[in-house]
């Protein structure tokens, strides 16, 4: 099809390959490359219709690719990719250094402008969704309280950290809600919860051999910023175990808002995802957004922008007609 | 505050008095008067600054309100009143005849333009923030199925139908969602399921004295379009109890969207509602709307809208970088 929207990506990491299959979705989308930073030719993929390109050949494609999805972390890459792609492309990505963002945002805003494209910055479930539940949902009961709970899902800070304890062959780490904290929450009693009193830390871990199970768990429960200031359970399991049984990337998490109208009823708000896989979760996100830059930019609004100033109709390949028929 | 938002409302039924009590909540927002049918002198209102008038007066306000809020019901009203209204003011309104909705907006849409005013029309929870949950789950994971469920909620229609049986003196319909459906949605299963196999009626009723218990419930269970598809369950209550505990509004519900993405990895996005108060709710909602309305028409974007259309940042009173800072 010729009229297909057509997509890059740019990194190709467990977000990049979600975006892969995400693409795979849309019917109305084409997957033209895939950049890298890496040696192309040892990137393996099989989709024999995709170009598997170094990074620095993006811009002999601005002609062929309508939005590059950006699939690079938030600490290193975004920073330098975004406002670079931003200059040739509409741009889509999941930039998440909640502190940064307003920074980030206006340096994107600039290179967007410069070049006429428009740029989502941010896009993913948290930020993303989850910003526009508690967007919407303060906008809508402005006399009550958000609250955001993450997990069940596995944190790959949090896994990083264990593994550097001495004694540690392997380990991943669970971010779990506290149930009791969301009933309280869900029963409108808007309570007042720190990070810590919602939530606590669940760790499988393979302890090498001649090791003292105590001592690892004391290191790990102790261990400042990550875990000192959390109930935090530490399992030990087998090699097997951790590769059964952990090896996949859950995710999730609620935003619920309690509110009060008229003469104190409670009302609640919540939105909630309970994900197999983030990366490929948030990936299908981002090719959503990917369908409103393009419009957005055939319609001229160009700069940076971010989950809250697209209309739902952008993210749908469906027209308004349809939309308004079968789904209002 | 000169610069607030002026209102109007016409209509001050429960839908009416829920608007007054949500633009209290809103500092930026004034309420200027009420506009009904009946003799603006019966309507008993304890708010000094609001005029109450005779809706044929509206005609002198144009140049006094900035956003008239339509709170009549969707049967008789609104298909007359929302063109009416829509040639003088920007207009919200929660229209909720789906099957309709097409011819609906198209009659709002020519009149707005004409006049050129802003009007949101189907505003609410459904239609309206379901709406919009269905559209973005399936844009995002096309490859799954939505699921609509209504309750506990207070159903107007099932407790007239009940009312009208022989022998039945008062009377109130729950709708609830059946728990083990929505466990099936929940666990990624994508069954199919009718209304009837989603929901369950639970009636409260108060016998006239010297009627039959058992025929008042075969009379209930087995009425037709209104119960006989559905399991039904009849308690009979005194006229206290159905005082004392059935005499508030309270309703709610899920939207879930079971999808898959990659390699079968199931990915569930759910939106819920439990509210103690549905039309205080609902006028929560119209509100919020009917600040975009206002914005949307100071931008010039004119003519009728439905909730698809209007980006989340037109709802909060917030600037986009206060909104960007504290909840991407």
Known sequence: MSNQIRVGIAGYGNLGRGTVEAIKQCPD???VAIFTRRAPENLVLNEPNVEVLH???AEDYQDKIDVMILCGGSATDLPDQAPYFARMFNTIDSYDTHAKIPEYFSIVDNAAKESGKTSIISVGWDPGLFSINRLMAE????????YTFWGKGLSQGHSDAIRKVEGVAGGVQYTEPIAEAIEKVKGGANP?????????????VVAEEGYDKAKIEQDIVTMPNYFADYHTEVNFISEEELKENHSKLPHGGFVIRGGQT???HKQIIEFSLNLESNPEFTASVLVAYARAAYRLNKEGQVGAKTVFEIAPVYLSPRSAEDLRRDLL
């Open 55 to 57: 990074i620095a050949r």
């Open 262 to 264: 008229g003469q104190n």
């Open 192 to 204: 007042e919860l720190t990070t810590a009193e919602k939530h606590r830390r669940v760790c499988y």
């Open 139 to 146: 906008a809508i009961l402005p006399n009550g309280e958000n």
């Open 29 to 31: 989308m084409e997957l």
